[in-house]
């Protein structure tokens, strides 16, 4: 037998690679009508009502608490500094009370979310510093009434 040149196919590797993206595609297409149908029919039955579990569902889950950004003076202006967006800090107020008796501190806020520290320009070092922290609408008026009245500070949670 004489010798000859090997046989080269061209373009098979590419025509299978062709076959199995077209696969991918149309599984991913059948993926996608599935997710579509199940979201469509949400959490109905087959009669069109809503099923018993997601109707408890429903009525047990509490309302999303809307989120809003509220302004905080702390009292030391250093702790402030060592702050930055993102960080989480619990808001504690120290009631006012009289040289000699001790003061109750309580948490007005818990696992705040500080969103800015904006910047101390030539403020007294007494005056404390700002810093605006993400908070439930509800937690907002109580931060407002807290700093009214007392002290706050910060910690890092």
Same mark, same amino acid.
């Given at each position: 037998m004489p010798p000859f040149a090997p046989l /080269?196919?061209? *373009?098979g590797a590419h025509q299978l690679r062709r076959a199995? /993206? /077209?696969r991918r595609r149309a599984l991913a297409a059948g993926l996608a009508m599935t997710a579509a149908a199940l979201a469509a029919s949400g959490s109905r039955g087959a009669d069109g009502? @809503? +099923?018993e579990a997601a109707a408890a569902a429903h009525r047990e889950r509490p309302p999303a &608490? @809307?989120?809003v950004s509220a302004p905080v003076r702390i009292a030391d202006a250093a702790t402030v500094r060592l702050l930055r967006p993102g960080d989480r800090v619990d808001v504690i107020a120290a *009631? *006012? &009370?009289p040289s000699g008796e001790a003061s109750d501190a309580r948490v007005? &806020?818990?696992? &705040? /979310?500080? +969103?800015a520290v904006p910047e101390t320009r030539g403020q007294a070092g007494d005056g404390g510093a700002l810093v605006v922290v993400s908070v439930p609408r509800a937690t907002a008026a109580v931060l407002a009434g807290a700093g009214a009245t007392s002290r706050l500070a910060v910690t890092v949670c």
């Amino acid at each position: 037998m004489p010798p000859f040149a090997p046989l /080269r196919v061209r *373009g098979g590797a590419h025509q299978l690679r062709r076959a199995l /993206r /077209r696969r991918r595609r149309a599984l991913a297409a059948g993926l996608a009508m599935t997710a579509a149908a199940l979201a469509a029919s949400g959490s109905r039955g087959a009669d069109g009502a @809503e +099923t018993e579990a997601a109707a408890a569902a429903h009525r047990e889950r509490p309302p999303a &608490a @809307e989120m809003v950004s509220a302004p905080v003076r702390i009292a030391d202006a250093a702790t402030v500094r060592l702050l930055r967006p993102g960080d989480r800090v619990d808001v504690i107020a120290a *009631g *006012g &009370a009289p040289s000699g008796e001790a003061s109750d501190a309580r948490v007005v &806020a818990a696992g &705040a /979310r500080v +969103t800015a520290v904006p910047e101390t320009r030539g403020q007294a070092g007494d005056g404390g510093a700002l810093v605006v922290v993400s908070v439930p609408r509800a937690t907002a008026a109580v931060l407002a009434g807290a700093g009214a009245t007392s002290r706050l500070a910060v910690t890092v949670c």
